[in-house]
């Protein structure tokens, strides 16, 4: 006899649940479903370092970006590390990562290197290649180069390349 009153209350508390908790559960579930950060999507802070770095690797060298004697210029003054350091940072932050941004603001920082539209084109497209090389799914993709993008018009001179 009480086994079967158990048998009853478990089956009885599995219907409440079922009725009553399912609604909860669901609600529950709407809220772990929030998308993740770009951050944590791009797996967080050594992944994005190590496509950082890539990218300096291919961006500092380029000959193209290069005849631009105040980018090349730039190179004696702001070593490859400290920029990546600062860029790292930044990506971190902007993918919503727990890294603080202490560099110059965009502006400042590129107002004398007279960045044109041409070399801004050149600089996306070795960005995607390493983002490709990195199998960088498209959505990621396309969030970062919307956070890049954000940025040019604190970067590339008005009227160049037109």
Request: net charge negative.
């Amino acid at each position: 006899m009480f086994s079967h009153k158990m048998r009853f209350c478990t089956a009885l508390c599995f219907v409440v649940v079922l009725l009553f908790g399912a609604p909860v559960v669901v609600a529950q579930t709407s809220e772990e479903e929030v998308q993740p950060s770009l951050y944590n999507r791009l797996g967080g802070l050594a992944p994005i370092s190590v496509v950082v770095s890539d990218f300096i690797d291919v961006v500092v060298p380029d000959p193209f970006l290069n005849e631009n004697p105040a980018v090349n210029a730039s190179r004696a003054h702001v070593p490859a590390p400290y920029l990546q350091y600062h860029l790292t940072a930044m990506v971190c932050q902007a993918t919503g990562g727990p890294c603080p941004y202490h560099g110059r603001g965009m502006s400042e920082t590129h107002a004398q290197l007279n960045i044109t539209e041409q070399e801004w084109d050149r600089m996306v497209t070795l960005f995607k290649e390493v983002l490709a090389k990195h199998n960088i799914p498209a959505m990621e993709t396309q969030e970062l180069l919307d956070i890049v993008g954000s940025t040019k018009a604190d970067i590339v001179i008005v009227g160049s390349g037109e």
